[in-house]
């Protein structure tokens, strides 16, 4: 079955869209005792002093974990949408198995996705700068090498670099990720 979340992605063009980490968050359950889960799910660390939540990072798919008291949780460092399913199962199994009563629906949904991509030429950040709205652009390349376009439909941001390499930030979908990255092209193709 073809994954929707990465549907279309074998058009040649985005054959360098690589995606560098997937968020997501919701809730698991109504309640989570972090005690309870610290000393009975291995790797699951706890330290109110220094943060609120219990912190469970799994190898395999490699998930970062934050877990809090409420229920809720969010996973980061998720490089594909099957990974995703894959741990938040596992976390949820290790919950069950440490007597943590979770919801048969988790409701935990993709919040960002970040994406890199090689527009596969040389940037001239001061021409784009001179070129383009200046409503939707940051640059001060003595402050970060990178120019920031903030793009209002999708709402995604995308970070410019000389090199022709490209961030793009704030997608909840890869098709948002892709119509964020056709609308650059456009504004970039009259400027290259």
Known sequence: MENPMISGMEDKRYDSLKIENIVASG????????EIISKNIDGCELNTKRFPGAVYRIENPKIA???FSSGKVVLTGIRDTDSLDKGLLLIIDKMKNAGITCFDEPRVAITNIVCSYDIGNKINLNKVVMTLNLENIEYEPEQFPG???R???PKIVALLFSSGKIILTGGKNMEDIKKGLNFLEQKL???M
């Open 27 to 34: 809730a698991i359950a109504d309640s989570i005792d972090l």
């Open 65 to 67: 974990s934050l877990i």
């Open 147 to 149: 120019l920031v376009y």
């Open 151 to 153: 793009i209002s439909d």
């Open 189 to 191: 193709g009259n400027i």
